[in-house]
């Protein structure tokens, strides 16, 4: 195949350049649909993004994280603590967290406030699973909390929420997660840490976990979430303050 | 009939069009890869075996480098700018890049007959005093035989083949098991290699072993006549039979 006519050649190249852009605009459609593509996929990091995320829901949706025997909790977890916790938190510490609460807004139909004591009155589980740092440590410990599903149908979630965002106290600090994650058996609201509480370095007095993500994703501090459909009118728009900070915000990877 | 693509002689084509297209997609995903893995390394330049492994656990070994973080013990005042952010959206992409384009190649491969043909080794080259021979050929610095320019040798075979069905498929493994959900679906795959801390300096090490096929594979073009070995590499064929050593 030595000699192609310079009109076949153009021919051809225009036929698949229109049916690679016919068929990305269908494969965007039908991802958009599906709920496939991540808040910060645009930008020049948008494509690998899209893959990963789209790749772990069509395969691993319903898997869940690695649990390990109560043997292999670590003796010496890495807090990765706070620098400087704002005056707010403080005032919050000295009073012992009498006053915390854990707002849950948004597409429900029973927005509610709940206290500390409120949530461990709700029905809680326990799981030995591993935290994993986006920078390679690790460490195992055992998480006793209120499975977040629990808390979601205790304000009547509405059925076309699609996202739950949640919030620290510290500012700046939010972050959000698909109903995948959100419903997931394994995403606790934290509130004790191998059988005692939670500590104030681990996230003390409410955490999420969200063991089938990295550990940025399980924001310390919690004191609010929201049920939404969208998160294009939270901060940037971009799901969650990682992709602001340079950080993909799908952190199963 | 005007005409695109005539060559002036008729030479012996060198390398595939999909060899020559799937070798510079993999030099772009592999540097973006080298890259931004070593960027990552440095927010954590400790080493651990088992599952679990922490600044407050003992490492295997570190790597004698300041950190991007301030939490890392490393004997360093400095604390380097953190990279951590664009080099893992970057290598997760790159790494797209690599198993798409590895999976083009390996299909082209074994349906063009290409591993058979030009990849393993002819039936009397199997032994190893045939690669240590050749070993010997390199180090007493001989000029190649002349049926070297058409075809690779028998340590450049074996070579291939390592890389190929070996170091890639386990560092594309080793990183996949650093995944917090891809670990949740397929468990079996971190667990085999005895936990999540031994997958991350597995896939450390075979990083390693790639670059360092990488150093050699250039060393080598170098030596042997840099645009003569390049030259086919990107169209094809040689420019004149008389370059060939």
Redesign the interface.
């Known amino acids: 195949m030595t000699q192609i006519s310079r009109r076949k050649l153009l021919t051809g190249g225009i036929v698949v350049a229109a049916a690679g852009v016919s068929g990305l605009a269908a494969a965007n459609r039908i991802a958009r649909r599906y709920g496939l593509i991540p808040p910060d996929s645009g930008g020049i990091y948008g494509p690998g993004e899209t893959l990963t995320y789209a790749a772990q829901r069509l395969i691993t949706t319903h898997s869940l994280a690695r649990e390990f025997p109560r043997s292999m909790i670590s003796k010496t977890p890495f807090a990765n603590e706070v620098a400087t916790p704002s005056d707010e938190f403080k005032r919050h510490q000295a009073a012992n967290f009498i006053d915390w609460r854990l707002t849950v807004d948004g597409m429900v139909t029973n927005p509610v406030s709940l206290s500390i004591s409120d949530i461990k009155a709700m029905p809680f589980r326990n799981q030995v699973t591993e935290v994993v740092c986006e920078e390679g440590w690790s460490y195992v410990a055992e998480w006793i909390g209120t499975p977040l599903h629990e808390v979601l149908h205790a304000a009547e979630i509405l059925p076309q929420a699609r996202y739950v965002v949640y919030r620290s106290i510290e500012p700046d600090w939010w972050d959000s997660i698909d109903m995948a994650d959100a419903l997931h058996p394994q995403t606790f609201i934290t509130w004790g840490m191998n059988d005692g509480d939670l500590p104030v370095g681990f996230g003390g007095p409410l955490r999420m976990r969200v063991p089938r993500q990295l550990g940025y994703k399980s924001v310390k501090y919690l004191v609010h979430l929201t049920a939404a459909d969208s998160l294009k009118h939270f901060g940037k728009g971009l799901g969650s303050s990682a992709p602001e900070g340079g950080y993909a915000w799908y952190a199963g990877i | 009939?005007?005409?695109?693509?005539?060559?002036a002689r008729t030479q012996t084509p060198r390398h595939a069009a999909f060899v020559r297209v799937t070798h510079w997609l993999t030099v772009i995903a592999f540097t973006a890869l080298l890259i931004t893995g070593g960027e990552?390394?440095i927010?954590?330049p400790?080493f651990y075996w088992g599952?679990?492994?922490?600044?407050?656990?003992q490492p295997l070994f570190t790597i004698p480098i300041p950190s991007s973080?301030d939490?890392v013990p490393t004997g360093y005042k400095y604390v380097m700018p953190d990279q951590?952010?664009?080099s893992?959206?970057?290598h997760?992409?790159?790494?797209?890049l690599l198993v798409f384009t590895g999976a083009v190649y390996l299909i082209a491969g074994f349906a063009s007959g290409h591993f058979r043909k030009n990849l393993v080794p002819a039936p009397g080259q199997r032994t190893l005093s045939t690669h240590w021979g050749r070993i010997a050929r390199y180090l007493r610095r001989a000029p190649p035989d002349p049926t070297e320019a058409l075809s690779y040798n028998v340590l450049q075979r074996t070579t291939y083949l390592a890389v190929i069905f070996i170091l890639f498929p386990l560092v594309i493994w080793t990183g996949l098991a650093?995944?917090?959900?891809?670990?949740?679906?397929f468990?079996f795959f971190?667990?085999i290699l005895g936990g999540?801390?031994s997958a991350?300096t597995l896939h450390f090490f075979v990083s390693g072993a790639l670059l360092l096929f990488l150093v050699v594979h250039i060393v080598m073009i170098a030596v042997s006549g840099f645009w003569t070995r390049t030259r086919p590499m990107i169209i094809g064929r040689s420019a004149s039979a008389e370059e060939e050593p």
């Open positions: 009939m005007p005409v695109v693509a005539s060559p990552i390394v927010s954590h400790r599952e679990t492994g922490n600044v407050n656990t973080r939490t951590n952010g664009w893992r959206y970057l997760f992409q790159a790494a797209w650093l995944s917090p959900g891809f670990n949740a679906a468990p971190v667990n999540r801390q991350r």
